[in-house]
């Protein structure tokens, strides 16, 4: 089984002296954003030489290592080095918060801890997994932890030391990626180097990806792909953890600067961006394509980035998870030029076709784990059920958690493998289509029948001055009632709430799906994750509402 490696060392050799990675670093003397950047042949030699000083300080095959290093030249170096060396790098966004954080380094038991003087102070002050680490390397300056320093390690290898990358067996760990917790405890998902480079293949094709592109990467994870794709990798000046307070202005000129090819970004820089570009009549001929994952994006924000964009060129919003992406992708053309009028009216959220060689069904709703499985478990085109799928590049357990991996995946010992269950609920279309109609753990049950969130909330999502809902369950009376909070655009803030509330009663009692909403909460910035601002916290607005009609 190949490295995922291997594919900087083929750069390296295809493409040498190209940057690999350039990352903002600082500001220069005249106040302008300051870069640093790696060629290919210049990462391949510096993680090659990382790895043996990683494995002289017993961070070697088989070690999980939590590595909380923000986007740089050292995150790069670093990852592709744990790739090379064998061992198992640990990725958690530090995003989800403190707590979460410490919930899930208890949960990985790393032996080894690489990051950065302030993850250090904190892994120290908070006792961050302090009965496995084992081995400390800080980037910087080390205080009074003990360990080792990455400069330390570094010189003691020589200059263009040879390395050769492991080899992994079929089932070896390549590295553990948690999840954002959106709905619950974040869950590390076991990743193997098949699984990864399933992916790179998968990406590669599904959107023309060519050597020699240039990529902005906004999140980090999915910057480790721009290396190995050809691409460099541009890291612009922005908190990675923190997409919703990037300056747009930084995003769009190192755009400009770099003749960016190809970008990813949450929906909510993407909203960002694209308010800016619209309000200082920006343009950005250079890209070609936007990738944007990680919620489902209103064809609000999809329309006003499109709007920026040279002909020819797309918005592309590929649907997954951490467990498994992508699944299905669809550009914005298809979105804006059809699959939009059907959101409109409680259709859902197209989010196209299954990948080419994976396997999407969709199965009957349940909460309880299924052992095996079953054909009688799918239902027809047309029917909402759960999203369950088949592919090279599902995960297949989530580390040290049988039961929800028993929860989310279904061996089929006929096909030779296993379906995972996404967690959400949705349906094909004739044209084999999936829609995507929510969360599974959000849809609200009424004695009147199931509500969908994304469904209703796309006939909500219409009224201009609407700039997201929300619809929750709340106990009353004995019995479920469906709620709908509402987030303003920040222009129809000043409005009269009984108008607007109106004007979405009014709306609402149009369609079928929605007649029975009859309550309407304002809510003045809805909780979302840190991750990708756009996932949001239903369970926390759900009490909200209960205390608000309390």
């Keep these: ?301 999809l329309e006003r980035f499109a709007a920026l964009l040279p002909r020819g060129a797309q918005v592309y919003t590929p649907y997954g998870a951490t467990e498994c992406l992508p699944v299905a992708s669809i550009g914005s053309d298809e979105i804006l030029g059809e699959t939009r009028q059907k959101s409109d009216q409680g259709a859902g959220v197209c989010i196209g076709r299954p990948l080419p060689g994976l396997t999407a069904k969709i199965i009957h709703i349940s909460d309880e784990a299924i052992a095996q499985w079953d054909e009688a478990l799918v239902l027809p085109t047309g029917e909402i059920g759960e999203i369950a799928v088949q592919a090279a590049h599902a995960t297949r357990s989530y580390f040290n958690l049988p039961a929800a991996t028993a929860l989310a995946k279904i061996q089929d010992p006929a096909g030779g493998g296993f379906y995972h269950r996404m967690g959400d609920v949705g349906y094909f279309d004739a044209l084999g289509r999936l829609w995507f109609c929510g969360r599974k753990a959000h849809r609200v049950v009424t004695p009147q029948g199931t509500r969908y969130t994304d469904p209703c909330e796309g006939i909500f999502n219409a009224n201009p001055r609407v700039l997201r809902t929300a619809l929750v369950g709340v106990q009353r009376n004995g019995a479920t009632e469906p709620v709908l909070c509402v987030e303003l655009e920040d222009a129809a803030c000043n409005a009269s709430k009984d108008e607007i509330r109106t004007e979405l009663r009014e709306l609402g009692s149009r369609h079928e799906l929605t007649r029975q909403i009859r309550t309407f909460l304002f809510h003045p910035a809805f909780p979302v994750d840190v991750r990708h601002n756009a996932k949001i916290f239903r369970d926390k607005l759900a009490l909200w509402a209960s205390r608000q009609l309390q």
């Design 1 to 301: 089984m190949p490295n995922i490696a291997r594919h900087l060392a083929d750069m390296a050799r295809l493409q040498p002296a190209r940057p690999a990675v350039i990352c903002a670093h600082g500001r220069d003397a005249n106040g302008e954003v300051a870069y640093q950047q790696l060629s290919f042949r210049e990462l391949e030699d510096a993680s090659n030489r990382a790895a043996l000083a990683l494995a002289a300080a017993s961070i070697g095959r088989g070690v999980r290592a939590a590595l909380m290093v923000p986007p740089s030249l050292d995150f790069f170096t670093l990852t592709f080095a744990l790739f090379k060396a064998g061992a198992v790098p640990v990725l958690i966004d530090p995003g989800i918060g403190v707590r979460n954080l410490g919930g899930c380094l208890a949960h990985a038991q790393p032996e080894a801890f690489i990051g950065i003087t302030k993850a250090h102070a904190a892994r120290v002050v908070l006792g961050w997994a302090r009965e496995s680490i084992r081995a400390n390397v800080t980037v910087g300056t080390r205080w009074f932890w003990g360990g080792h320093t990455l400069r330390d390690i570094l010189e003691r290898v020589p200059a263009g030391a040879a390395f050769s990358a492991i080899e992994p067996s079929r089932d070896e760990t390549a590295a553990i990626l948690f999840t954002s917790g959106s709905t619950g405890t974040p869950k590390g998902a076991v990743y193997t180097h098949e699984i990864f480079n399933a992916q790179v293949a998968h990406i590669r094709s599904l959107y023309g990806i060519e050597p020699g592109e240039m990529d902005l990467a906004s999140f980090p994870l999915f910057a480790l792909f721009g290396p190995a794709l050809g691409m460099t990798a541009v890291v612009p000046e922005m908190d990675a953890s923190r997409p919703a307070s990037a300056n747009p202005a930084h995003i769009v000129s190192a755009i400009h600067r770099f003749g960016i090819t190809n970008m990813f970004g949450s929906p909510a820089l993407l909203d960002r961006v694209g308010r800016y570009g619209e309000a200082q009549g920006i343009k950005l001929p250079t890209l070609r394509r936007t990738i944007s994952a990680g919620a489902p994006m209103s064809a609000k924000v």
